[in-house]
């Protein structure tokens, strides 16, 4: 749940906040002047603060200098009804997230809020690297033990100890953030901000005005002053996701400060100075956007300071069986439950599987298998059928599943086909055992357990079904009673 404290001296405000943000993921607390506020945010430890910039006694501007010198990562919004003035430009300045405009409006409002507690989850959650998972209680971490995975450890670990900026590559899903979290985590920026922006999904028009900030009157729409990223990330670290997605604009306005530490906002001429640690991410192989012209080769050779790369899952299979116990235990932890288990089968499965979508896609498949599984196992059968090989030609080979319910006999023989087609490809695959194994799986699950009507299904006696159940491990696997 996330904390949001509320500081304006109207009641009216304080009321309309209590109705826009009746969550149950979200506990509002509200006081009425800065001095309140700043008496209830060490005991409350909020995740957010909204504040008024005008109120009686403390100002808004006073309370946002005390809050930072205590604690530089809690993020704080302003509100102004003076929209004209400078106040709200000089409290950016001083190191709030945002700002906003009263009387606000509710869609922007929410964006702006839930921004930033994605923000301050981003910051206040430590993400570990620890490859045998030696600690239980990790919120976040980066899970391997493959011979890939600990050079990546030890490059975050070099990268932490210095200023150096960071090109993490690899391709999407391998968890590029996780690392450059991991990085800012563990460095002596570790109290200051860490802000993350996504290159590929923010308008061509909109990045560079989010990244720099833009003056009054720059373009069409803009009638305010704005900071951007990069002023409200000042002492910090910012972490630009997808950079090979900039265009040749913006690529050069962020080789500047990559050069000097300064940049002019969008439509303004003043050089403004900033102490940004960058680490950027990238899906595409930037060496091939240099020689095609499509990436600016300075930029490139000061972002590749230190390279770390990302393998994709199917070359550290070896970590899949411990990805998959970390994600269960996270699962158990959300939900407030023990972790299921999960069947040999399963492993073997995600194991043989390619996953194009990497670690995310693990995750996914996992928390699906989660919802459709029945009971306190997780089994071949709950897994999605690209990853068993249900009903695709393209599927794994050796771990065959059938359709419930009666077949002809010419259903039956293209089943048969496309069962030697993957015996075909995979010379290892011991066809009859594996079909058999699967059968008196089905059967089983077909009969809730009941070991007499699967031998009536199967065709065989209940002592003939008791030694396959031996035989395959499947009394084990299923945990049948």
């Known amino acids: 749940m996330s904390k949001l404290l509320l500081i304006d001296d109207e009641a009216d405000v304080q009321y309309s906040f209590q109705r826009i943000f009746d969550s149950p993921d979200i506990e509002l607390t509200t006081a009425s002047s800065g001095e309140e506020g700043l008496r209830i945010i060490p005991g409350l430890k909020p995740d957010l603060v909204i504040m008024d910039v005008r109120m009686g006694g403390l100002t808004g501007l006073e309370t946002l200098r005390r809050i930072h010198h205590a604690d530089p990562k809690l993020l704080v919004i302003l509100m102004t009804a003076y929209g004209t003035t400078q106040t709200a430009i000089e409290a950016m300045k001083l190191g709030a997230y945002d700002y906003l405009l009263k009387p606000f409006d509710v869609p922007k409002l929410k964006e702006i809020v839930f921004n930033a507690l994605k923000a301050a989850s981003d910051m206040r959650q430590v993400v570990s690297y620890q490859p045998l998972l030696e600690k239980e209680d990790y919120e976040l971490g980066i899970v391997g033990r493959s011979e890939p995975m600990q050079q990546v450890f030890k490059l975050i670990g070099q990268l932490a100890a210095s200023d150096a900026t960071a090109l993490i590559s690899g391709e999407s899903g391998t968890g590029k953030e996780l690392v450059a979290r991991a990085i800012y985590h563990h460095s002596n920026r570790s109290q200051k901000p860490f802000l993350a922006v996504n290159c590929a999904a923010i308008p061509e028009q909109l990045l560079e005005s989010e990244l720099f900030g833009h003056e009054r009157g720059a373009f069409t ?95 550290r299979r070896e970590d899949i069986r411990l990805l998959v116990n970390y994600f269960l235990k996270a699962f158990a932890k959300e939900h407030q439950g023990a972790p299921k288990s999960i069947a040999p089968g399963v492993i073997r499965a995600l194991e043989k599987y390619h996953w194009p979508g990497n670690v995310r896609e693990l995750e996914n498949v996992l928390r699906r298998a989660l919802v459709v599984s029945k009971g306190n196992a997780i089994l071949p059968v709950d897994l999605p059928p690209e990853i068993t090989g249900l009903g695709s030609a393209a599927g794994i080979p050796g771990t065959v599943s059938l359709p419930a319910g009666e077949g002809s006999t010419a259903d039956i023989a293209a089943m048969a086909r496309q069962l030697f087609q993957w015996a075909r490809r995979d010379p290892k695959l011991k066809l009859i055992p594996a079909v058999e194994r699967e059968l008196v799986i089905q059967a089983l699950k077909e009969t809730s357990g009941n070991q007499i009507q699967a031998a009536k299904l199967l065709g065989i006696t209940r002592a003939t079904l008791r030694k396959r159940v031996e035989k395959f491990g499947i009394q084990r696997e299923l945990s049948i009673t």
């Open 221 to 315: 729409g803009a009638t305010l002053q704005r900071i951007g990223k990069f002023e409200q990330c000042n002492q910090g670290t910012l972490f630009l996701d997808e950079i090979g997605d900039m265009t040749p604009a913006t690529q050069t306005k962020i080789l500047r400060v990559l050069q000097s530490g300064a940049f002019e906002r969008v439509g303004g001429n003043q050089s403004i100075a900033v102490d940004v640690r960058i680490i950027a991410a990238t899906n595409r192989p930037l060496e091939q956007a240099v020689a095609a012209r499509q990436f600016r080769e300075d930029l490139f050779y000061r972002l590749n300071v230190v390279r770390v790369h990302l393998p994709p899952l199917r070359e």
